[in-house]
């Protein structure tokens, strides 16, 4: 009798079902996968002959032939093994198949039996559940992150010697302790940053309104800094918002935070020689960095140092709030709501208008750096602060000063803003992701506001789209001071948050 057994395989950040079906042929021993299996998972028959002899079991004598449904569908990873073996063991009569049938199994083995962790157990448990499994049985390490997928039994196993005495009745697996996602609170302070008064602002307002930020100064005064302390002041990560990291997390592989639970706000800030795939994602559809900013902070440090595709890249993500990839046979979709917040030196050496040092840059390389932070990126940034080199006299001033407020009493502010805008604008829905038909309905400036802000455009020239992104900042001001209406201070505060707004291009 045919033994069968169910596995997932990923695809993208989804799981879908695989059914492994083996049958035992009497002929010369040997192993045939069919099913449009990878190298990796061709090379699963060693590992799972090994596996099965090193548990102390038989390994059957005949000609195996492994078939992985839907054929249709490229088979990756070592997920794999766990299945295949106990699949074997059911056509061997040597593991009951019903109840094999009632468990999704995903492992890879090692040659000694144990039971290795995969990519992705999150969406695999996600799979078993909408698939009407009784549960999924997955490798140790990975039973936090399946466990945070309610309404399917999700059980640890070590080795495959423990799943075989499961499934024939004879042991119990562990499963894991439920609970919600425990809030590290490990986060870097704002406390730590002297100094700085209007880019704190800006931060506040990014993490208030949901904004996107480019910070522009010398080496060394702090922008990083600041940047690393913006998941530290937004709203912590709500349960579903955990689960959706973690997925993507999962599927590239990143196993941070306990029992590989995404638990805190990402934060990524890849190098300027990152590669576009490495951005966006690649043709092997892991995730890429915008992926893995998803509901926290991508941040660009010298940003005109990113190479072209790699920035126009970003464009669709910062519009879509997904990334779209290509495949053979149809599309995947990564999700990628994320903060960008760019930094940039004012030249190529860093240290042009600096008040005591001299910058070495030609006027072309000038030219070339500014010319590059101009786009289509930099046209969806709301707010663009200049950062100058702090005091030195108040480098020494000791936390806590007044100039130095905590993250804890910004984050107050953020979350209660953030309620303010959810009433407004509709649940969960910030000020920066008003549509251009309704922007000024929801942000509701006072006439004296409004004409502030045409006198503001016809001045610099101002795009519509770039007085609409004034608009919606500020609503976020206005938000944060616990205003009903726009008025013209918030404007102005809004105009001071973009430095150099006569730039503005329309697309
Ligand atoms: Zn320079």
Redesign the pocket.
């Known amino acids: 009798m045919p033994g069968v057994v169910h596995g997932a395989v990923l695809v993208g950040v989804d799981a879908t079902v695989v059914s492994v079906e083996v049958d035992l042929l009497r002929r010369l021993p040997s192993v045939a996968i069919v099913g449009l299996p990878s190298a990796s998972v061709r090379e699963a028959a060693e590992r799972v002959r090994s596996a099965i002899l090193s548990s102390g079991m038989e390994f059957p004598r005949f000609r195996i032939l492994i078939s992985l449904a839907p054929a249709d569908l490229r088979k990756q990873g070592t997920g794999f093994d766990l299945p295949m073996a106990v699949a074997i063991l059911v056509a061997a009569g040597r593991v009951p198949a019903e109840r094999a049938a009632r468990w999704m199994l995903a492992g890879e083995l090692s040659l000694g039996g144990e039971v290795r962790p995969v990519r992705g157990a999150l969406s695999i448990a996600c799979a078993a559940r909408d698939g009407g499994f009784g549960g999924v049985i997955v490798p140790r390490p990975c039973v936090e992150e399946a466990a945070l997928v309610e309404g399917v039994d999700v059980r640890g196993v070590r080795t495959l010697a423990e799943a075989v005495a499961f499934l024939c009745g004879e042991g119990e697996l562990e499963g894991a302790s439920r609970g919600a996602v425990s809030r590290a609170t490990d986060a870097l302070d704002l406390r730590d940053v002297r100094g700085q008064e209007e880019a704190r602002f800006a931060l506040e307002v990014a993490a208030a309104g949901g904004h996107n930020l480019l910070m522009e100064g010398p080496p060394g005064c702090g922008k990083t800094m600041l940047a690393a302390r913006l998941p530290g002041i937004l709203p912590p990560l709500s349960q579903s918002e955990a689960v959706e990291c973690t997925r993507v997390h999962s599927a590239a592989g990143l196993r941070s935070g306990l029992g590989g639970v995404v638990s805190t706000r990402p934060f990524r800030a890849p190098h300027h020689s990152v590669s576009a795939a490495a951005m966006v994602g690649a043709a092997d559809l892991r995730p890429g960095e915008a992926s893995l900013a998803h509901h926290g902070v991508l941040f660009l440090d010298e940003f005109p140092e990113f190479r072209r595709d790699v920035r126009e890249a970003l464009r669709a993500p910062l519009e879509d709030r997904v990334v779209v990839l290509a495949r053979a046979g149809g599309r995947v979709v990564f999700p990628a709501n994320f903060a960008l917040v760019a930094a940039a ?8 208008g600096h008040p005591t040092r001299p ?3 030609s006027p072309s ?2 030219q070339r750096y500014r010319a590059s932070l101009s786009g289509p990126i930099v046209d969806r940034v709301d707010m663009r602060v200049e950062l100058r080199p702090v005091e030195p006299a108040r480098l020494f001033e000791g936390p806590g000063s007044e100039a130095s407020e905590g993250s804890h009493a910004v984050r107050e502010r953020v979350e209660r803003c953030r309620l303010v805008q959810s009433a407004r604008n509709g649940p969960g829905r910030t000020n920066a992701s008003l549509g251009s038909d309704e922007v000024l309905q929801l942000a509701d400036p006072r006439e004296c506001a409004l004409r502030e802000l045409v006198r503001h455009v016809e001045k610099r020239g101002t795009s519509a789209r770039g007085a609409r992104r004034l608009l919606r900042v500020s609503r976020t001001i206005a938000d944060l001071g616990g205003a009903e209406r726009v008025e013209t201070e918030h404007i102005r505060a809004a105009i001071s948050l973009r430095f150099d707004s006569d730039e503005e291009v329309v697309p």
Do not use: D, K, T
Not at 345 to 352: E, F, H, L, S, V
């Open positions: 030196n004012p030249c190529p050496c860093g240290y042009w910058c070495l840059c390389q000038r």
